[in-house]
């Protein structure tokens, strides 16, 4: 038995939907609060998606005991935790596990974990996260599907990082908080969730400058102390629900966002001729038509997000023209881009690229959700279409996206699960 999501489109949407809490936030924050010591931390603003059901059980499975006394509320405790072997099924279900190495070798100068998962998107190796490692002064063997990362202790030093990776920059942080000295990461990413941390961290008594910028100084500290945090929007979750009004809405509002995090969406949208209103804290979104055909390049922050690539190629369907679409950060994120087309879209793949030619109706069918943001763009495309969409494989869209259901019948959505 496996559960789809059915979707009716057609039905214009109106209303306010309100975003969660940043995932790719919270899935370095609760590996970040396993630092503390002996003291509760009080997180707010945690999304209802299954990677958060995912971390809790890698928590509880060193000890840690995790309490969620109200909605988005999680309190964790790390007095009763021992370092032992990750070798549970939600290491491999999330690619996020990965910041258990950080944080364990941080804390305990060794950890022991089989590979990690999450959706594959082409070769995504962590090279720079163990390189990152061997840097503070740890050995890292890998050996019968086991890490074994191991330091007699962590000495700060100066990493360049090759890449701007997200998550090198947040693994090396969290080894380096506790470690002897300072550490500087090079040509380190400037994601608004490499912020988040770097503030939670330095409230439990880090010493961290420059998040944000492309080099980020690190003075170690003996200690950590759990504090509360509130996680920050999720600029993803927002670009998905813009983009989806961008398609659909006759009045939408999108609140409890940061318009700044999204504004490489917002200016190719505003370039698409979508009527919209910023706020402060919200977008309205207004109905929109004759789009107009847009190119873009997926960047690092604050660049095009990657992980809006493939919503966006949904809603290109209805611009009048030729689309190109380069991705830069995962060449091989276009697998949706073949389900759209059992939809009716006009989508050419090249290498790392693609074109969408519009305007092309789409219609509803079966088809396959291969990755979260590919499911995302699955929802969007059967909002539009004429007729029933069935996505299948519907866990993907469940580990990054808070309350979709209701989220979306509250503005309009003929949505429902069947079980098949």
């Known amino acids: 038995m496996v559960e789809i999501i059915k979707i009716e489109g057609g039905k214009r949407l109106n209303g306010k939907v309100t975003i969660g809490g940043a995932k790719n936030a919270t899935v370095a924050l609760i590996p970040a609060a396993i630092l503390a010591d002996n003291s509760d931390v009080n997180i707010y603003g945690v999304p209802n998606i299954s990677d958060v059901e995912s971390l809790t059980e890698i928590l509880e499975s060193l000890g840690v005991s995790v309490e969620s006394p109200e909605s988005g509320h999680y309190k964790i405790n790390t007095s009763n935790m021992k370092n032992v072997d990750l070798d549970i099924d939600a290491v491999t279900r999330l690619r996020a596990s990965y910041y258990f190495m950080g944080a364990l070798l941080g804390k305990f100068k060794s950890v022991r974990m089989i590979m990690p998962g999450g959706c594959y998107l082409g070769p995504r190796p962590f090279d720079l996260h163990l390189k990152g490692f061997e840097a503070l002064g740890a050995t890292v063997d890998y050996s019968q599907g086991y890490y074994t990362i191991k330091a007699d202790h962590l000495v700060g030093a100066k990493i360049y990082l090759d890449f701007a990776s997200v998550g090198a920059t947040i693994n090396i942080m969290l080894a380096a908080v506790l470690a002897e000295g300072r550490t500087v990461i090079e040509n380190a990413a400037k994601e608004p969730e490499i912020i988040d941390l770097a503030n939670f961290l330095t409230k439990m008594g880090a010493n961290i400058r420059g998040a944000g910028t492309n080099e980020i100084t690190i003075e170690g500290v003996t200690s950590l102390n759990g504090k509360p945090h509130d996680i920050i929007p999720d600029r993803i979750e927002a670009g998905t629900y813009i983009i989806m009004a961008a398609a659909m809405a006759d009045d939408v509002t999108i609140e409890n966002i940061i318009p700044l995090h999204v504004e490489a969406l917002t200016s190719k949208l505003i370039e698409m001729g979508v009527n919209m209103e910023i706020g402060v804290d919200s977008i309205r979104i207004l109905k929109s038509e004759d789009l107009k055909a847009v190119d873009f390049t ?48 006009t989508i050419s793949v090249g290498t790392a690229q693609a074109t969408i030619t519009g305007v092309t109706p789409l219609f509803g069918n079966k088809v396959t959700a291969t990755d979260l943001r590919a499911g995302a763009s699955l929802v969007i495309a059967g909002l539009m279409a004429d007729g029933i969409t069935e996505i299948h494989d519907i866990y993907h869209i469940d580990r990054g996206y808070d309350e979709i259901d209701s989220k979306l019948k509250a503005l309009g959505a003929k949505f429902w699960r069947e079980t098949i």
């Open 298 to 345: 997926t960047q690092t922050y604050p660049g095009f997000a990657t992980d809006l690539q493939q919503p966006m190629t949904t809603l290109l369907t209805r611009a009048e023209g030729a689309s190109t679409v380069k991705e830069t950060i995962y060449a091989e994120r276009f697998k949706h881009t073949a389900e759209l087309q059992r939809m009716g879209a």
